[in-house]
């Protein structure tokens, strides 16, 4: 079945370091491709998102691109911030009849000034 | 902006209980779903709904569980017998790709 893998954390970083957070996924068909991001205590915010091969979503600074010949959607952010600390889940929806997502195992990035 | 509410905040209950998680979806939303984050692990896709059925659900949603629209507006998930395993945090969501989640229900069985 439809899986999303992405590296497992924590990610601990000083502030205005380059961010990268690596997911994978496996679908059958062309999944759309979705980061959302969980702030402590708090829930699930789309971050952004992607719908076809090739497409670069963006938001807050942060990007990340639907590489089809790899079956990744990284993401990155240039610089990072305290307030960026939070746990970034990948996330495929596999366009059945319900749109369901399905999440990776999420990866906590830890900022540091 | 629109959002999707869900109370209680949290729930404490003793195991055997009956517990019922509320949410409102978005208004013009028409499928729904419930997700469950068990503390420190990854979200899992409990079950959508669409035109007042079920339209899918996976494996965790056995017969312990229902879902409902009793009114229209809200949208609720039941327990029907809690067990130590169902505490997680349980969120609702609406829409679809992307789908608009609530804040969570944080469930803990004593």
């Known amino acids: 079945g439809d899986s999303v893998t992405q590296m497992e954390g924590p990610v601990t970083l000083s502030e205005e370091a380059f961010l990268t957070i690596n997911c994978t996924y496996t679908?059958?068909?062309?999944?759309?491709l979705f980061w959302y991001v969980q702030y402590p205590g708090e829930g699930l915010q789309l971050l952004l998102k992607a719908t076809k091969a090739d497409d670069k979503g963006s938001n807050k600074g942060f990007e990340a691109t639907y590489r089809k010949e790899t079956t990744s959607f990284h993401l990155e952010k240039g610089s990072v911030q305290v307030s960026d600390s939070a746990v970034y889940f990948c996330?495929?929806?596999?366009?059945?009849?319900?749109?369901?997502?399905?999440f990776g195992t999420g990866t906590r990035l830890q900022v540091f000034p | 902006e629109p959002e999707v509410t869900q109370t209680p905040s949290h729930q404490v209950t003793q195991m055997g209980q009956e517990v019922i998680l509320r949410c409102v979806p978005i208004?013009?939303?028409?499928?729904f779903y419930w997700y469950r984050q068990i503390l420190g692990q990854k979200v899992e896709f409990l079950v959508s709904?669409?035109?007042?059925?079920?339209?899918?659900k996976s494996e965790i949603f056995d017969d312990q569980f229902s879902v409902e629209r009793p009114d229209g507006s809200n949208f609720t998930l039941k327990i029907r017998s809690t067990k130590l395993e169902d505490s997680a945090m349980y969120f609702c969501?609406?829409?679809?790709?992307?789908?608009?989640f609530g804040p969570g229900t944080r469930l803990t069985v004593l």
């Open positions: 709904f669409y035109n007042n059925e079920i339209s899918e």
């Open positions: 969501a609406s829409g679809g790709t992307p789908e608009v």
């Open positions: 996330a495929l929806s596999s366009r059945d009849n319900t749109d369901k997502l399905i």
């Open positions: 679908a059958t068909g062309y999944p759309s």
């Open positions: 208004s013009n939303h028409l499928y």
